[in-house]
């Protein structure tokens, strides 16, 4: 097993970047000043809400652009959050409605792996826990810069990114993937790296979801989760990556829906709406000075509970600044001014949190709004991704096993199979084996029956030297096992148990707990055409596996796990 290197990684001051984002200077003050003075109570209220500017719908992506407008025109209405649609129609959007606000509007996008994960063309970049298999952290800096990169190109100030949730529960239905892993030194290390490579490129980051979300098995989108541990359990764990991300500068930090007793114990009372979660414990106790920002406040998990309006109520007596999707603008701007009649809340607290964020919009260069130019634009955004995405796939693919260290030699010159798992013709990785290999091509589904899976099993037999098996396309939440039926698990176990099998594992590693008696194993991560030219690297011995499991998926596969093998010999095999 690899020692994990997790280099001693300062690319700059630390502690400074939410300190500058919100930057008192003679200039951020007048603008903050002259600006506030402009707004009315309402519009006071509103300059604390983001609001969502398109979702899916039956009939495909639907914008939100009228009602957008009706907002910025009644209450001025302070920032927009990104989700769906092409590039251009965000840009042109954008253009549109900066032209049309009184006050400039905080860009923000939901983009964990760049403007990919929202955008539907532009290219994603790796998933967090690939690069939580990497070793070295200056390859997450790097991420960061291309984060940072795509936001400046298209306009968007705040992405809310990264996740620094541990994921220390194999089955958490909402982070799992999203998060770089299930060590608490890793976990903050990479998350203070991308970090710092977009809030040095001039995009606020965003750490969430504040105190913690990898221990959960109820998706906050549906219903409250509830974390029954004691608070030296959470400070020891769940709260490390937070305060080393405080500690290093992060800018902004997302609040999340969760019943945490050990933190407050009023009854449903969410996270996100707790003042003992949000001034006490964030606030005063770990000394954040940045803004804060609530996950969704549309999601059930606190909707269920504080309906119309009352979440985005409580969510300002907790302390936070920014209300993300708060579903009824005009409810709940009546309902804050009904809490602030009722001294629940007064104008001070809100004036202090709208003075921060028009502090952010200056030091973010809002106080003078750029027109988007359009040219080229989706290429502009892709510019960096294959490249980043090679970098960090050449890292991180990981060996588990190698019990036949010959088995890649001399491949030209053997009889060679390739099986893909959850296929119906081949994946860019069977189309090179065929290529280069002459390799015969099998296909399972996911669904396979135990006859089907006997009848290819039956039809491999022992008719080759090299069989490269291939799990491709199941799902990446763990729900119903991946999607992956038992008896097609049988017949990659089966299959894999052979000396002449390996066995490429291409998305969510948890997958290899059913298969971990493969005699030849690779984690690979991700499943594009890009992974599977690094798994052909590997074969054909131009690539030495560094990479390590950022999880623990077995008894045998722990976090950490990860052997280096020498390149196959190229005798006869070509390039």
Known sequence: MKKI???????????SFAQRFLEVTPQSRHWADSTIKKLSKKQKIAQLMV??????????????????????????????CLFQGTSLQQALLINKLQEKAKTPLMVCVDGETGLGM????????????????????????HAGEAIAAQCKRIGIQVDYAPVVDINNNPANPVINFRSFGEDKY??????????????????????????????????????????????????????????????????????AHLYIPAIDSTTNRATSLSPNNVSKLLRQDLGFKGLTFTDALEMKGVAKFYPQGEAAVQSLIAGNDMLCLPGDIKGSIRKIRKAVRKKNLSWADIDEKVNRVLLAKYNLGLNQVTKIDTTSLTHDLNAQTDVLKQQVYKNAITLLRNDNGALLNNLKSRKVAYVGIGLD???????ELKSRMNADAFFLPHTATQASADSLLQLIGDKYDVVFLGVHKYKKYPAANFGVSKDAVRFISTLGAKENVFSFIFGNPYLISN??????????????????DTAIDFIEGRLVPGGTLPVTVSSRYQFGAGISAAPATL????L
Do not use: W
Request: a negative charge.
């Open 186 to 255: 890793k976990v903050a290390t990479f998350g203070s790296s991308i970090m710092k490579g977009m809030q040095d490129n001039g995009v606020l980051a965003c750490a969430k979801h504040f105190p913690g979300h990898g221990d959960v098995s109820v998706d906050s989108h549906y219903d409250l989760p509830v974390i029954n541990k004691s608070f030296a359990q959470l400070d020891e764990l769940e709260l490390y990556p937070f305060k080393t991300m405080i500690k290093d500068g992060i800018g902004s930090v997302m609040v």
């Open 515 to 532: 298969f971990s008696e493969n005699k030849n194993l690779v984690a690979c991560y991700e499943d594009d055409p890009l992974m599977h």
């Open 118 to 141: 929202r955008f539907s063309d532009v290219i994603p970049f790796p998933d967090q826990l690939t690069i939580g298999a990497v070793q070295n952290p200056s390859i997450a800096y």
């Open 571 to 574: 005798t006869s095999q070509g």
């Open 51 to 80: 609001i969502r500017t398109s979702t899916t719908s039956p009939g495909g992506v639907k914008f939100f652009e009228e009602d957008v407008l009706k907002y910025i025109r009644k209450y001025n209405i302070g920032s927009i």
């Open 5 to 15: 290197l997790l280099i001693a990684f300062l690319f700059s001051s630390t502690g």
């Open 425 to 431: 013709k081949s994946s860019k990785f069977g189309t």
